[in-house]
């Protein structure tokens, strides 16, 4: 199964990416329930690597949808799931995160492909990147995706040891490792 992992921000200090690294080394190690090592063909990626000028109408009207927009919704349908770790920008998206989907989006709406997704966001805040995370949750059907399993991961600095890379609040850890094992489910 080809498992799809990104954090949706363009930040190269990004604590969501962080968390993505920790989820799929976790995965690809076997350190989650039903999840075996090797099950999983995971790959990555940047949103920086799917830059475009900020959408809109005008714009694709003049010069028609980036390769980038093709590129990145391609990817996305090439994956039979996605895991994506949301950072929460004033309550919201990144712009960078949704300038990528709103492109994509114009070449159909249902961006995610009708593939089953985990959702995580972290945050420095005791939230945990939640109204992110919620709103992603609640709009995923009209963009064609089955939320299988979320879980937000507040106080990122307090919980997470940047150096190490690994999540260092047990409870946490488990309720991650239980989000993860969704992920089971879907595995022949």
């Known amino acids: ?92 998206y990144t712009v960078a995160f949704k300038n990528v989907f709103d492109w994509a989006s114009r070449i159909d709406m249902r961006v995610y492909h009708d593939k089953p997704i985990v959702m995580l966001s972290t945050s420095p805040g005791g939230g945990g990147g939640g109204f992110v995370l919620r709103t992603a949750g609640h709009l995923a059907g009209y963009f064609g995706n089955e939320v299988l399993a979320s879980l937000a991961i507040p106080r990122f600095g307090q919980n997470f040891d940047s150096e190490g890379g690994t999540l260092t609040d047990p409870d946490l ?8 094992a969704t992920l089971s489910g879907l595995l022949p």
């Open 1 to 92: 199964m080809k498992l799809l992992a990104f954090a949706a921000s363009n930040s190269s200090q990004s604590i969501n990416r962080q968390l993505v690294d920790y989820a799929i080394g976790l995965l690809a190690d076997g350190e989650i329930e039903g999840v075996p090592a090797g099950a999983l063909e995971i790959s990555t990626l940047d949103l920086n690597d799917f830059e475009m000028p900020i959408y809109s109408i005008d714009r694709q009207e003049a010069g028609g949808i980036p390769q980038a927009a093709h590129d990145f919704y391609n990817t996305l349908g090439a994956a039979d799931a996605l895991l994506i770790s949301f950072a929460e920008h004033n309550g919201s």
């Open 173 to 180: 850890d488990a309720q991650l490792r239980e989000t993860l």
